[in-house]
């Protein structure tokens, strides 16, 4: 019974989203919602108090997620002073493996995709979803990379531009991949792109 639950509410995190991805959080009410998993709006609120409730759960579930790929892939986390700390003898081809499953997730993924596609529509509409797109999309992971480069270089000046040059062609590639017809060629300038970064750092 309790599966079931949980593969209910699963259901309508999944649909809700897809929702929100087209129409916009703002543009998508609960009745919309219930239409589009066929039930009644009283028995999505069994499940559901809110629409904020729904999207809760959606950055909750999200979250879990990106805890499992860091783990997954040994990556440090914690605050700051921590990632650098345990960066310092990384390999950049661990940067480089990581950061390609990070882009197939917001990209192949139909749950991530579809948060991705979200925060894009809401940002200027919406305080919460303005943070939460530059926690997940734009200043978070630019953040991130930056700590992971001032631990590998030693230098927290050239740390930052590195972290740009390096993870500014790759938000770039986010919007090209949703307008590309060839999504493997997207993939392909990805690959193109760290490699030919990963040569331009061990020159310098």
Known sequence: MESKEKNTKEKILEEALKLFAQRGYMGTSMNDIASKLGVTKAALYKHYKSKQEILDSIIEKMNELDIERVKLYEMPEGDLEKVTAEYKETAFDKIKQFTKVQFLH???????????KMLTLEQYREPQMAQL??????SGP?????????GMLEDEGKARQTALDFYGPIFLLYSIYDGAEDKSYV????????DHFLQEMQIS
């Not at 917001?106 to 991705?116: A, I, K, Q």
């Not at 797109?133 to 734009?138: I, R």
């Not at 993939?187 to 760290?194: A, P, S, T």
Request: charged residues 25%; proline residues 0%.
């Open 142 to 150: 630019l953040t991130y990379m930056e700590a992971l480069f001032s």
């Open 187 to 194: 993939i392909k300038l990805l690959e193109e792109h760290m």
């Open 106 to 116: 917001w990209t192949e993924e139909e749950f991530s995709c579809c948060f991705r």
């Open 133 to 138: 797109y530059q926690n997940y999309l734009a």
